[in-house]
């Protein structure tokens, strides 16, 4: 079923996108908490007119994500994190909120919630994809050591 979204929805999508979901997810939970409407024609017409009328400003954000993404691509990320006792396996993992952290120490604000990040529970190299705005994604590398330095 494909529906309008009304916010920012966590590894769904952003306000005013048009996503496909399951039929139940659609029926039980976005529609009646209002977080989305069925893209019907009328619907997808209102849309656009209104994304018509919001280009100005969606160009402006896609220029300031633009800038984020080449902001990120300068930063060497290292995230600290202790070991167990074998020295290679982290005690732990690392979650996204480590490494947005990580990144807003360096000056630049990201919304976990967009960020995703595979399972990490080894030091090494690992990448991190971010997505700032509907239109604008990057990938991110960063490097997980121990904190015994």
Do not use: W
Not at 23 to 37: D, E, H, Q, T
Not at 103 to 111: A, N
């Amino acid at each position: 079923m494909k529906v309008i979204l009304k916010e920012n929805i966590e590894k769904l999508g952003f306000k005013d996108e048009i996503v496909d979901v399951k039929n139940g997810f659609a029926r039980n939970f976005l529609i009646p908490k209002n977080k989305a409407v069925i893209a019907t024609e009328n619907a997808i017409k209102v849309l656009n007119e209104k994304l018509r009328q919001q280009e100005s400003k969606l160009n402006e954000e896609i220029e300031n994500a633009n800038k984020t993404v080449e902001e990120l691509s300068k930063l060497t990320i290292v995230i600290k994190s202790k070991l167990q006792e074998d020295g290679k396996k982290l005690f732990g993992s690392i979650s996204s909120k480590q490494l947005v952290d990580e990144i807003g120490k360096q000056g630049i604000e990201i919304d976990r919630k967009f960020v995703k990040l595979s399972s990490i529970k080894e030091i090494g190299s690992y990448t991190a994809e971010i997505r700032l705005h509907r239109k604008v994604n990057c990938s991110i590398e960063f490097t997980v050591v121990s904190d015994k330095n």
